[in-house]
Protein backbone atom coordinates (compact mmCIF):
# COMPACT_ATOMS: atom_id res chain seq x y z
CA UNK A 1 0.00 0.00 0.00
CA UNK A 2 1.11 3.31 -1.15
CA UNK A 3 0.54 6.86 0.64
CA UNK A 4 1.18 10.38 0.91
CA UNK A 5 0.88 12.50 4.12
CA UNK A 6 -0.88 15.49 4.32
CA UNK A 7 -1.23 18.31 6.95
CA UNK A 8 -3.05 17.43 10.13
CA UNK A 9 -1.61 13.60 9.56
CA UNK A 10 -4.56 12.76 7.38
CA UNK A 11 -3.35 10.78 4.71
CA UNK A 12 -4.44 12.18 1.50
CA UNK A 13 -3.59 9.00 -1.21
CA UNK A 14 -3.79 5.29 -1.40
CA UNK A 15 -3.37 2.84 -3.52
CA UNK A 16 -5.44 0.17 -2.20
CA UNK A 17 -9.14 -0.23 -2.23
CA UNK A 18 -10.88 0.74 0.55
CA UNK A 19 -13.11 -2.08 2.71
CA UNK A 20 -16.13 -1.60 4.47
CA UNK A 21 -14.94 -1.78 8.66
CA UNK A 22 -17.28 -3.19 11.07
CA UNK A 23 -18.89 -0.33 13.65
CA UNK A 24 -17.80 -0.88 17.69
CA UNK A 25 -21.19 -0.89 19.47
CA UNK A 26 -19.37 2.44 21.84
CA UNK A 27 -19.72 3.90 18.39
CA UNK A 28 -23.25 3.32 18.39
CA UNK A 29 -23.49 3.89 22.30
CA UNK A 30 -22.74 7.81 21.74
CA UNK A 31 -25.15 8.86 19.15
CA UNK A 32 -28.38 10.30 20.03
CA UNK A 33 -31.60 11.35 18.79
CA UNK A 34 -32.13 15.21 19.37
CA UNK A 35 -34.30 17.79 19.38
CA UNK A 36 -33.98 21.71 21.00
CA UNK A 37 -35.84 24.48 21.47
CA UNK A 38 -36.28 24.93 17.39
CA UNK A 39 -38.42 21.61 17.35
CA UNK A 40 -35.59 20.84 14.14
CA UNK A 41 -35.25 16.99 13.86
CA UNK A 42 -31.58 16.01 14.27
CA UNK A 43 -28.84 14.01 15.83
CA UNK A 44 -26.15 14.23 18.36
CA UNK A 45 -22.90 12.52 19.70
CA UNK A 46 -21.38 12.81 22.80
CA UNK A 47 -17.16 12.54 23.56
CA UNK A 48 -15.65 12.09 26.97
CA UNK A 49 -16.96 10.41 30.20
CA UNK A 50 -18.65 11.94 33.39
CA UNK A 51 -18.20 15.36 34.12
CA UNK A 52 -16.17 15.93 31.20
CA UNK A 53 -18.64 14.73 28.78
CA UNK A 54 -19.54 17.02 25.88
CA UNK A 55 -22.15 16.68 23.33
CA UNK A 56 -22.08 18.10 20.04
CA UNK A 57 -24.61 18.76 17.13
CA UNK A 58 -25.14 21.11 14.15
CA UNK A 59 -25.40 24.59 15.53
CA UNK A 60 -28.75 25.28 12.97
CA UNK A 61 -30.50 22.84 15.11
CA UNK A 62 -30.28 24.86 18.97
CA UNK A 63 -31.70 28.14 19.86
CA UNK A 64 -28.07 29.67 20.15
CA UNK A 65 -28.17 30.94 23.64
CA UNK A 66 -26.26 29.58 26.69
CA UNK A 67 -28.96 27.46 28.00
CA UNK A 68 -31.34 24.81 26.11
CA UNK A 69 -34.10 22.79 27.08
CA UNK A 70 -34.04 20.06 24.53
CA UNK A 71 -35.07 16.12 24.02
CA UNK A 72 -33.03 13.51 23.79
CA UNK A 73 -33.44 10.02 22.58
CA UNK A 74 -30.69 6.98 23.22
CA UNK A 75 -31.28 3.25 22.91
CA UNK A 76 -29.74 2.60 26.33
CA UNK A 77 -31.34 5.34 28.26
CA UNK A 78 -34.92 5.66 29.65
CA UNK A 79 -36.22 2.84 27.96
CA UNK A 80 -35.55 3.51 24.31
CA UNK A 81 -37.95 7.09 25.16
CA UNK A 82 -37.24 10.92 24.81
CA UNK A 83 -36.61 12.40 27.85
CA UNK A 84 -35.96 16.10 28.70
CA UNK A 85 -32.86 17.40 29.75
CA UNK A 86 -30.73 21.09 29.90
CA UNK A 87 -28.00 21.66 28.50
CA UNK A 88 -24.93 24.40 28.71
CA UNK A 89 -23.43 25.37 25.72
CA UNK A 90 -20.05 25.82 25.73
CA UNK A 91 -17.38 27.65 23.30
CA UNK A 92 -19.74 29.43 21.89
CA UNK A 93 -16.92 32.31 20.73
CA UNK A 94 -14.59 29.58 18.73
CA UNK A 95 -15.90 29.52 15.20
CA UNK A 96 -18.35 31.31 15.39
CA UNK A 97 -19.64 31.43 12.10
CA UNK A 98 -19.67 27.73 11.63
CA UNK A 99 -22.80 25.22 11.68
CA UNK A 100 -21.99 23.47 14.76
CA UNK A 101 -22.85 23.80 18.82
CA UNK A 102 -21.22 21.83 22.05
CA UNK A 103 -22.78 21.77 25.25
CA UNK A 104 -21.59 20.37 28.89
CA UNK A 105 -23.98 17.28 29.90
CA UNK A 106 -25.65 18.27 33.19
CA UNK A 107 -26.77 14.89 33.26
CA UNK A 108 -23.91 12.16 31.69
CA UNK A 109 -25.51 9.30 29.72
CA UNK A 110 -23.60 5.99 30.44
CA UNK A 111 -21.90 4.93 27.25
CA UNK A 112 -19.29 2.50 25.88
CA UNK A 113 -15.69 3.11 25.82
CA UNK A 114 -14.78 6.46 24.59
CA UNK A 115 -13.86 7.16 21.19
CA UNK A 116 -11.59 9.59 20.22
CA UNK A 117 -12.26 12.91 18.39
CA UNK A 118 -9.38 13.70 15.76
CA UNK A 119 -8.45 13.90 12.38
CA UNK A 120 -4.66 11.74 12.37
CA UNK A 121 -4.89 8.55 10.64
CA UNK A 122 -7.66 9.62 8.13
CA UNK A 123 -7.30 8.68 4.36
CA UNK A 124 -8.49 10.94 1.55
CA UNK A 125 -10.15 9.10 -0.15
CA UNK A 126 -11.16 6.22 2.56
CA UNK A 127 -14.52 4.59 3.44
CA UNK A 128 -16.06 5.95 6.61
CA UNK A 129 -19.28 6.57 8.25
CA UNK A 130 -22.11 8.78 8.75
CA UNK A 131 -24.07 8.01 11.63
CA UNK A 132 -27.70 9.64 12.44
CA UNK A 133 -31.63 9.15 13.12
CA UNK A 134 -34.07 9.60 10.29
CA UNK A 135 -36.54 12.21 10.71
CA UNK A 136 -40.09 10.59 11.70
CA UNK A 137 -38.45 7.03 12.56
CA UNK A 138 -38.56 6.02 16.36
CA UNK A 139 -35.97 3.94 18.54
CA UNK A 140 -38.95 1.10 18.96
CA UNK A 141 -38.78 -1.51 16.85
CA UNK A 142 -40.89 -5.03 17.46
CA UNK A 143 -39.44 -7.62 19.41
CA UNK A 144 -35.71 -6.91 21.04
CA UNK A 145 -33.75 -6.08 17.58
CA UNK A 146 -32.65 -2.62 17.75
CA UNK A 147 -31.98 -0.83 14.32
CA UNK A 148 -31.13 2.63 14.73
CA UNK A 149 -29.70 4.87 14.88
CA UNK A 150 -28.84 4.14 10.70
CA UNK A 151 -25.32 3.83 9.87
CA UNK A 152 -24.81 4.99 6.20
CA UNK A 153 -21.43 4.05 4.74
CA UNK A 154 -19.55 6.95 2.42
CA UNK A 155 -16.19 7.62 1.40
CA UNK A 156 -14.17 10.59 2.26
CA UNK A 157 -13.82 12.72 -0.95
CA UNK A 158 -12.61 15.75 -0.10
CA UNK A 159 -11.39 18.65 2.22
CA UNK A 160 -11.20 22.75 2.25
CA UNK A 161 -10.75 25.37 4.20
CA UNK A 162 -13.41 28.07 3.98
CA UNK A 163 -13.38 31.37 5.93
CA UNK A 164 -11.39 29.36 8.81
CA UNK A 165 -13.75 26.78 8.62
CA UNK A 166 -12.23 23.47 8.22
CA UNK A 167 -14.70 20.91 6.27
CA UNK A 168 -14.90 17.38 4.81
CA UNK A 169 -17.05 16.43 1.85
CA UNK A 170 -18.25 13.15 1.97
CA UNK A 171 -20.01 10.70 -1.03
CA UNK A 172 -23.69 10.47 0.32
CA UNK A 173 -26.83 12.22 1.01
CA UNK A 174 -27.66 13.57 4.41
CA UNK A 175 -30.72 12.34 5.23
CA UNK A 176 -33.08 14.80 6.88
CA UNK A 177 -32.53 13.99 10.83
CA UNK A 178 -28.65 13.43 10.08
CA UNK A 179 -27.90 16.60 10.91
CA UNK A 180 -25.43 16.94 14.04
CA UNK A 181 -24.43 13.14 13.39
CA UNK A 182 -20.97 12.23 13.61
CA UNK A 183 -18.61 11.54 10.42
CA UNK A 184 -16.72 8.37 12.26
CA UNK A 185 -13.63 6.43 10.49
CA UNK A 186 -11.27 3.22 11.69
CA UNK A 187 -7.71 4.38 11.30
CA UNK A 188 -6.29 2.06 8.95
CA UNK A 189 -2.69 2.29 10.91
CA UNK A 190 -4.12 1.37 14.51
CA UNK A 191 -7.56 0.08 13.46
CA UNK A 192 -9.26 2.17 15.92
CA UNK A 193 -12.53 3.64 15.57
CA UNK A 194 -12.37 7.81 15.54
CA UNK A 195 -14.90 10.75 14.74
CA UNK A 196 -13.70 13.24 12.57
CA UNK A 197 -16.31 16.03 12.49
CA UNK A 198 -20.17 16.34 12.58
CA UNK A 199 -22.60 16.45 9.90
CA UNK A 200 -24.34 19.51 8.86
CA UNK A 201 -26.25 19.58 5.31
CA UNK A 202 -26.57 18.04 1.41
CA UNK A 203 -24.36 20.57 -1.23
CA UNK A 204 -27.13 21.25 -3.56
CA UNK A 205 -26.47 21.66 -7.31
CA UNK A 206 -29.25 23.53 -9.75
CA UNK A 207 -31.16 21.12 -11.52
CA UNK A 208 -30.94 22.91 -14.93
CA UNK A 209 -28.53 25.99 -16.30
CA UNK A 210 -29.61 29.23 -15.31
CA UNK A 211 -31.18 31.19 -18.13
CA UNK A 212 -32.00 35.00 -18.81
CA UNK A 213 -35.77 33.41 -18.07
CA UNK A 214 -34.78 31.56 -14.92
CA UNK A 215 -31.70 33.11 -13.34
CA UNK A 216 -31.92 31.09 -10.29
CA UNK A 217 -33.11 26.98 -11.37
CA UNK A 218 -34.55 25.21 -7.95
CA UNK A 219 -31.85 22.95 -6.54
CA UNK A 220 -31.27 19.33 -5.78
CA UNK A 221 -29.12 17.54 -3.74
CA UNK A 222 -26.05 16.84 -5.47
CA UNK A 223 -25.20 13.48 -3.39
CA UNK A 224 -22.63 14.89 -1.15
CA UNK A 225 -22.55 15.73 2.12
CA UNK A 226 -20.82 18.44 4.13
CA UNK A 227 -18.86 17.70 7.70
CA UNK A 228 -17.22 20.25 10.10
CA UNK A 229 -13.82 18.65 10.56
CA UNK A 230 -12.86 18.31 14.21
CA UNK A 231 -10.46 20.35 13.83
CA UNK A 232 -12.70 23.70 13.71
CA UNK A 233 -14.44 23.01 17.38
CA UNK A 234 -11.80 21.34 18.86
CA UNK A 235 -11.09 24.66 21.37
CA UNK A 236 -14.48 24.64 22.21
CA UNK A 237 -14.28 21.36 24.10
CA UNK A 238 -11.68 22.55 26.19
CA UNK A 239 -14.22 25.09 27.59
CA UNK A 240 -16.34 25.37 30.59
CA UNK A 241 -19.03 28.03 30.16
CA UNK A 242 -20.19 29.38 26.98
Same mark, same amino acid.
Given at each position: ???????????? %??? %?????????? %??? =??? /??????? !????????????????????? #???????? !?????? #? $????????????????????? =?????????????? #? @??????????????????????? $? #? *?? &??? &????????? /??? =?????????? !?????????????? &?? =????????????????????????????????? %?????? $? !???? *??? @?????????????????
Amino acid at each position: MKATLAGAGIIT %SMT %STPQLDMIPT %SVI =SRV /LQFTGER !ERPGTAFVIGTGADQRLITAR #HLCNDEHE !EVVYLR #H $PWTNKGFAYQTTLIRVGRDVA =SKADFAVFRMQNPI #H @VGDDIPLVTGGMFIPQTAFVIGY $P #H *GW &GTQ &GKGDLQTLP /LVK =SCVIAGRATI !EDIDLFYVDTIVNR &GF =SGGPLMFIDKRTGEAKFAGVVVKNMTTPIREPT %SNEPNP $P !EAPA *GIG @VVIAELTFRAALQTGTG
